[in-house]
């Protein structure tokens, strides 16, 4: 079957850097995104990681490991707005039907 | 401006009744898709289409009906037949020669 972990919830302070990891097991890998979604809105696009490493945009870096089925999504610098949900999704084969974690609910604090 | 809409944002209905979700694109995006989302859940898949006039089942599709009459128009009936059908329902597009979803604003959908 497919299966995709992620931590239920995380609390961080502001200012801090948080790191929300993903594990996969999937038929097939064609891409992993990360997703933030705040309360009750759609998820929007932060990143995609199709090859192994990590890719840094500003604030957010996103890790890929193929070799292990394993992802991490890092922010630094955390600011309030950043209390959300982080969904974690792969590509099990194709472009068509993407996996979704159940998604890990970041607060941060003051 | 580009983008996906769903309406209503929320919608009410009671047990038994039929219910019809919206979904409009104007990215001239070959794909859409239908998920739904519960509390503490990721998102799950009920339908997708990757060409007008045909459609795919996605994970949970039972209880549910789609049609793809026109590239930009994907709509979403939930039938008396769901048993569970309270739910946030997301709609997504994507371009053919693209990786990446593009999301709605979701309906939230409450049936008593």
């Known amino acids: 079957g497919q299966n995709i972990d992620q931590p239920t919830e995380m609390t961080a302070t502001e200012g801090a850097i948080v790191q929300i990891n993903c594990t996969y097991q999937?038929?097939?890998?064609?891409?992993l995104f990360w997703y933030q979604q705040h309360a009750g809105e759609a998820p929007t696009f932060l990143s995609y990681n199709v090859l192994d490493g990590l890719e840094e945009k500003g604030r957010f870096s996103s890790f890929l490991s193929r070799s292990k089925g394993y992802s991490y999504l890092l922010l630094k610098e955390l600011q309030m707005k950043d209390s959300a949900s982080y969904l974690c999704?792969?590509?099990?084969?194709?472009?068509?039907?993407?996996?979704f974690g159940a998604g890990t609910r970041l607060a941060v604090h003051p | 401006d580009g983008g996906i809409t769903q309406s209503p944002k929320y919608l009410f209905r009671k047990e038994g009744q039929n219910v019809t979700l919206s979904c409009e694109q104007n990215l001239n995006h070959d794909a859409m898709y239908w998920y739904r989302q519960d509390p503490g859940q990721g998102l799950r898949l009920i339908y997708y289409?990757?060409?007008?006039?045909?459609?795919q089942k996605g994970d949970i599709a039972e209880g549910y009906s789609v049609s793809r009459e026109k590239k930009e128009s994907f709509p979403l009936t939930v039938t008396s037949a769901q048993k569970n059908p309270t739910a946030f329902y997301l709609c997504?597009?994507?371009?053919?020669?693209?990786?990446?979803?593009?999301f709605g604003p979701g309906t939230r959908l409450t049936v008593t």
């Open positions: 997504a597009s994507k371009g053919s020669y693209s990786y990446e979803q593009y």
């Open positions: 999937t038929s097939g890998f064609n891409g």
């Open positions: 289409s990757q060409i007008v006039n045909d459609f």
């Open positions: 999704a792969v590509y099990p084969g194709g472009y068509n039907k993407l996996i």
